[in-house]
Each structure stands twice: as C-alpha cells, then as structure tokens.
C-alpha cells in the first residue's frame, strides 16, 4: 500500500474538523429567544395582523425604531441615528442586489472596486447585476485599505470613460428615488472578512474622501462589528458594548459637512449594511441597511420590495421584539462576545505556539480589540495555500479555506494571495480548535521537512484546481 494511501486512511480516521465554514456554531443560536419573541407577536392579534401581512416598503417600523436606537448606543454617534436612515433588508447579500439595482448601470457605471482580499460569494452578486469583468481589485496595506492605489486607479477609468464618451446612464431611467452612481466600492472594514483587519479612521476618512471626488458609493458590510473583545489574553474583560471606531457610514454623515452637506444630493456615498445572521441567526435572512434617508427610501424602491412588500417581514417583526425587551443586546454581550473571545483566545494560542515557529504571519499582530470570525494566516512563501488546503483534507481531515478562494476574478496583477489561509473559529466547538491548528502545523511541517515540500508548493495548477474543488463542497 502506498504512503498516500495510508495517509488517507489515517485522515478519514480522523473526526473532520472544519475551518471552512463560516457559520456560527449552533450552541451559541438563541433558539429560546426567537421562540419567546414569535409566541409574543403570535398572540397579540395588533401584531400578528400586521406581520402576517405584507409589510410597508422600508419595513417593520418597530424594528427600524429599535435597530436606530441600537446603533446609536453602540456606535454613540454625534448626533442619534434616526428610523428614517434605515430601511429592513432581507440581509446584507440581498440588500447588495438591492443596491446595485437602484443605483448602478452596468454600462455607465464604470467598475466595481473591491477590497482584496475579498468575501468570495460577493462576486456572483455582482456578475448577476452586469459587471462581470468590471470587478478590480484594491489591494490593502497595513491600515487596511491602499487609498493612493485606489485614487490612482479610479482616475485612470475616469479618463478612459471620457474617452469612450460614457457620459450619462444608458439602461437606468431616471427615477426620483434613486441615482446612478459611477462607481462602487465594496469593503468589510471591520474584523475584515476574509482578511482579519480593520481599517483605520484615518484610512475611513480617506475612503469617504475618495468616493465622494469620484462620484462612488462605498458599500460597507458591518456585519461583525458587534462581535468585538480585548486582543489580550490578560484581559479583565470579554466584550465591549461600544464601538471603538466609527463606520464609514458615520464618517460620511459627519465629515467635512457631512453627507447632507450644502450642494450635494442627498444620497451620500456609503451605504452600511448590517445583519442579524452573525449575532442572532443565518436562517432569519434579516438585516437593515443605513444610509442617508434618501439612499436608505431609494434601497425599498426596487420593484421585488414594491411588488412583494418589505422583504422577511414577519420575522422582522420577531426581531423586534427581542430588541424592544432588550434580550437580543444582552445575548450579544453576555454570551456571544465572550464565546467567540474564548474560541479566538483558543485559535489564536494554538497558533501562537503551533504555526508562528514555523514561519506563518497574521495581519495586524498588535490590535488592542479583535473580533468577527476569521483569522487570516500568510504561509511562508515556499508554500502554496492550495497545495496546503489539499494536503490538510487529504493527510489530516482538515478543512480550511486557501488564499486564492478570495482574489476579485479577473483582477489578481494588484491583489493575488497564493500563500494564504482564512480559519473560521465561530463553527467548530472549541475543544477542536487547537486540535485542529496542530493538524495543520503537522501537514506544514512535513512539507517543510521532505523534499516533496517544495515539490508540492510548485505544484501545477491542476493540482491547485483540484485542492479548490475539494474545499470548495464545505463552503
């Protein structure tokens, strides 16, 4: 029998641990929650009738009232957030369809501009809205964003729209509730999915700054922002309950004028889209997204919330009574922030001790407050993440997702990562995941220590293909 062979056998041996999926883990779903908050809408008929029903365009407005209460405790902006700056979605993924039907045209709108590395299954959103090879990628630096790559960049396809005399619109009529942007800019700013960073204020401020030069609505998921604790291990604490930066949203509500400043037309140029999957539950397919009142109105306008009323509005109105009693904000602080802490705390250890010796690199080592799902490692350049990946599934029945799952297609000269994981830490019960990070460390190891290392990091790109494949059916 082969070595292969026999280590293939070894690995089915193995329980499968998977660093792949990013799903929360279900200990830590608040079935109990959900359940108490739909008996109480249920059974008040002044509820229940409602909800059964369709719903308005800019959703519950119980809801909308709450999540802009929330939002202006947490993030403690310079002035409260308000109902009629957010409007209910069917979560952040639907609500960038949304998006991009009220305010793009896939012909005068020039490119999509993307964060990279970038959250993979943003992609086929973007090709269903026609922008297939219009993508690019932003490359980030260590503040998380490359802002001179990005203002460079957009100023060449400025010019190049000139040229072709791209001036105005072409599928999009005119519409009162909506306007054509001629650029989007998409970005996870905080606890980055995939890349772990967050990106500074300084580089927030340049962002807006940018966008509003070159007439771009930057769409930001802020979908882990919540999910946030100390770095340190020493640390007294396991969650925080305030923000420690403002979004982008609220850098363009406030700076230099604001986004409602003299002169402009209202819209602004961020659009932030938020989520309950990440802190209450997948299944629910509820978010909000928060603009300016114009943008947040024209987001309702797409023709399938006109026809079909607010999207998820029954179980909005589910949602909202569990931020009305407050036992939603309480989940978050008492049992998610200090779950996910521990797990991070019990990834990051192992890593620490297992992974770093020989040569792997995490982002931004220094950050006082961390969070989200994912941590994000840089092989050593003698390594392909692919070849990695496969060997980890192959050797070890270890699932973890290779660098180049997240490269914007098309656009990979500014932003390739072939020597790169992303390990989510939110799905497998934490008794794994040391487990797990010694499993990898091992399959690094031996490609490091025999000669088909190296081999193996050259490997051809049918055998990369095959690697993606095999991850690719625990997505």
């Not at 179980?315 to 797990?343: C, K, N």
């Not at 932003?415 to 990898?440: M, N, T, V, Y």
Request: net charge negative.
């Amino acid at each position: 029998m082969s070595a292969n062979a026999n280590k293939g056998d070894t690995a089915r041996a193995k329980p499968l641990i998977n660093f792949l999926q990013g799903w929360p883990n279900t200990s830590l779903l608040p079935t109990h929650l959900v359940r108490k908050a739909s008996n109480n809408v249920l059974s008040n008929s002044i509820l229940s009738f409602p909800a059964m029903l369709y719903g308005p365009d800019q959703g519950d407005p119980r809801l909308r009232e709450n999540i802009a209460s929330w939002l202006s405790d947490f993030y403690k902006p310079p002035k409260p957030i308000l109902l009629d700056r957010i409007t209910i979605t069917g979560g952040a993924s639907q609500n960038l369809a949304c998006i991009l039907q009220v305010f793009t045209d896939p012909l005068f709108t020039r490119n999509i501009w993307m964060v990279a590395p970038c959250y993979m299954l943003a992609f086929r959103i973007f090709d269903d809205s026609g922008f297939h090879g219009k993508l690019r990628a932003i490359p980030e630096d260590d503040e998380g964003v490359d802002i001179d790559f990005l203002r460079r960049e957009i100023r060449k396809s400025e010019e190049k729209a000139t040229q072709e005399g791209n001036n105005e619109p072409k599928l999009k009529p005119a519409r009162p509730w909506g306007k054509i942007y001629r650029h989007i800019i998409y970005a996870v700013p905080t606890f980055s999915n995939p890349s772990f960073k967050t990106m500074t204020l300084r580089r927030r401020e340049d962002l807006v700054r940018v966008a509003r030069d070159f007439d771009a609505l930057i769409v930001t998921d802020d979908v882990y922002d919540f999910l946030q604790w100390p770095s340190s291990p020493n640390s007294q604490t396991s969650g925080l309950d305030t923000a420690v930066l403002p979004r982008v949203v609220d850098v363009d509500r406030f700076l230099d004028g604001g986004s409602e400043r003299e002169g402009v037309d209202g819209f602004g140029n961020v659009a932030s889209n938020g989520s309950f999957s990440k802190i209450c539950g997948p299944g629910l397919r509820t978010g909000w997204v928060e603009g300016t009142p114009k943008l947040a109105y024209g987001v309702s306008q797409t023709g399938s919330s006109r026809s079909g009323g607010a999207p998820s509005h029954l179980t909005a109105t589910f949602v909202a009574d569990a931020l009305a009693s407050g036992e939603l904000q309480r989940h978050v602080l008492d049992t998610l922030q200090p779950s996910y802490s521990s797990r991070y705390r019990s990834m990051i250890s192992a890593i620490e001790t297992n992974l770093l010796p020989l040569g792997v690199k995490i982002p931004q080592p220094d950050r006082d407050v961390v969070g989200g799902y994912f941590i994000w490692l840089t092989l050593p350049s003698s390594l392909r993440g692919a070849v990695v990946a496969q060997r980890a599934k192959e050797e070890e029945n270890l699932i973890v997702a290779q660098g180049d799952l997240f490269e914007v297609p098309g656009d990979t000269d500014h932003a390739s990562f072939p020597h790169d994981l992303r390990l989510c830490f939110a799905w497998e019960d934490e008794d794994k995941l040391a487990e797990g990070i010694q499993r990898l460390a091992s399959v690094i190891r031996n490609m490091q220590n025999d000669s088909g290392g190296v081999d193996a990091a050259m490997q051809s790109t049918t055998g990369e293909s095959r690697g993606k494949d095999a991850v690719r059916n625990f997505w």
